[in-house]
């Protein structure tokens, strides 16, 4: 089986030969882990889930496998979980049972205790890429066999706004993060995100994580306040790494105001789902279907629609976004070169 779109970086174009990749931790932070480490550091691993007792799997990159039992009990896994969280700087308990983290260079832990998990405490850890792919990486691998190369970079110079879509797993983190890596280095990139996923080689990036509140209730910082906050900043290119509440209205504000460039990511199982998806996040936000309407079709000049098939990630249509005569918000497949 060939190695999928997104894994691509341990070959050289036209090379057949493995080649060597670091582990991804190593020493006291691999540890951490427990009976987890050996898959943790394994750098073809992307995500690992313990379902309970019951399930241990995998995925790297070509879908889901079940992974011999780990010997892993209850008790253990849910050990595990309370230690992972705080290490994060976060607390898991009863009164606090679902909590998301990150640790490290970018391994995000999500951790779901009983009774909201009725078969057993949950854990999924997503692994960043060893190594940070580029367009160039995404291309030898045919990311853009569909849609070429030439097309994004084209827009990227341009400056166009963009938003990059696909159901979960298609590897809209990665194309974003590759596509940000392409700006101008005289570019000053402010990303705001949930969770700091992107990993972005270049010389002016800067990452504003969100914060939920402590035990008291008290210092969260939201996707909201941080787009105000990065406005702030002198932004050349505004990032939300993913649209996914109130906050989208901010970001199309600040879109609107003369930040060109920017982008942010939407999930969305078909390019002809993003109008809906984007309604739905206005309405969160207390916009009406016009008012949000009107907003996305001035602030975002494109859309990037990924599909993930068996063991491959693909961009595979371009869209835009215009007003149908009722002013609400539809899509246009861009077919032409």
Request: hydrophobic residues 40%; contains cysteine; aromatic residues 2%.
């Amino acid at each position: 089986m060939s190695d999928p779109a997104y894994r691509f970086v341990a070959r050289r174009p036209g090379s057949t030969e493995r080649e060597s990749v670091p582990p991804r931790l190593a020493g006291r932070e691999l540890a951490e882990f427990g009976e987890l480490a050996e898959l943790v550091s394994d750098p073809d691993v992307t995500d690992v889930f313990v379902n309970g007792a019951g399930g241990l799997w995998t995925d790297r990159g070509g879908g889901l496998t079940k992974q011999p039992a780990s010997g892993m009990d209850e008790p253990s896994i849910r050990e595990l979980a309370v230690r992972l969280i705080a290490l994060g700087g976060r607390h898991i308990d009863e009164a606090t049972p679902c909590v998301d983290v990150r640790l490290h260079e970018g391994i995000r832990v999500h951790a779901v205790l009983p009774p909201i998990s009725t078969g057993g405490t949950l854990l999924s850890i997503r692994l960043p890429r060893v190594a940070r792919l580029g367009l160039t990486e995404l291309d030898a691998a045919g990311f853009f066999t569909r849609i070429p190369l030439e097309r994004v970079t084209g827009l990227v110079e341009r400056r166009e706004n963009l938003l990059i879509t696909g159901a979960g797993g298609s590897g809209k983190t990665t194309f974003l993060a590759a596509l940000l890596s392409s700006a101008s280095v005289s570019d000053r990139i402010i990303a705001i995100e949930d969770v700091a996923e992107l990993q972005v080689t270049h010389p002016h990036f800067v990452s504003l994580e969100a914060r939920q509140a402590n035990l008291e209730g008290a210092g969260q910082l939201g996707l909201e306040r941080l787009v105000r906050e990065a406005l702030r900043m002198r932004p050349d290119r505004l990032v939300l790494g993913e649209c996914r509440g109130a906050e989208i209205r901010e970001l199309l504000a600040a879109l609107n105001t003369g930040h060109d460039g920017g982008a942010g990511t939407l999930h969305a199982n078909s390019l002809a789902d993003v109008p809906a998806r984007i309604e739905a996040l206005g309405a969160l936000a207390g916009m009406s279907p016009t008012a949000i309407a009107r907003q996305t079709v001035s602030a975002i000049g494109r859309v990037l629609h990924l599909e993930r098939r068996d063991d491959s990630r693909r961009l595979v249509q371009l869209g835009r976004f215009e007003l149908d005569d009722r002013d609400r918000l539809r899509m246009v497949e861009i077919t032409d070169a």
